[in-house]
């Protein structure tokens, strides 16, 4: 495996599902502002707002705010600040 390759399975994957009107998505932006302003992890953060785009939902996406860390589900609603640093340091998840 080539160190491209390495370096993108060592990268989080943070998603974050918001839409207008939700009472926790302001909140939401916070923290995703927070995490890409912080830089202690390696992560990709993206906002899908769902009024713009709901052509990949996951299949377990049920409520708004919802935070997901390389697929798999970490929070419904804003998780603290604890829970989202915990789910950046378990080992990757295979995303296939």
Request: negative net charge; contains cysteine.
């Amino acid at each position: 495996m080539d160190s491209t390759a390495r370096d993108s399975q060592r990268i989080k994957q943070v998603s974050v599902y918001l839409a207008p009107g939700c009472m926790g998505c302001e909140r939401a932006c916070e923290l995703v502002e927070e995490l890409r302003s912080a830089r202690v992890f390696d992560t990709s953060v993206r906002v899908i707002d769902l009024s713009a785009d709901s052509s990949e939902l996951p299949v377990d996406l049920i409520a708004i705010p919802s935070w997901y860390v390389n697929g798999k589900l970490i929070s419904l609603g804003n998780p603290s600040i604890e829970q989202l640093c915990e789910a950046l340091l378990e080992d990757p998840v295979d995303q296939s």
